[in-house]
């Protein structure tokens, strides 16, 4: 099994932003993923406007699923 931990984007790690991702991922027989998507996702502990916060999130989740696609399972 090969899970590389996504790459936090760096906006948000200089921000002090946290978060979770849950990701839905389809593996195929070959152990390469098929299809990966972010299925709930939260900031911890951050304040900010609604639009700047969605933002992050998206970020967030476009980073775990990107990373997500290059997992490999056995």
Known sequence: VSLRPPTYP???L???VG???LL???VAADGKVEQAFAVQSSLLDV???AKQLES????LE????A????WRFR
Request: charged share 25%; hydrophobic share 40%.
């Open 67 to 70: 990373n997500a696609r290059h």
């Open 24 to 26: 839905n991922v389809r």
């Open 14 to 16: 200089h921000a002090g």
């Open 62 to 65: 476009r980073s775990a699923v």
């Open 19 to 21: 978060g979770v991702v």
């Open 47 to 49: 304040k900010g406007r």
């Open 10 to 12: 760096e906006q948000l």
């Open 56 to 59: 992050a999130r998206m970020a």
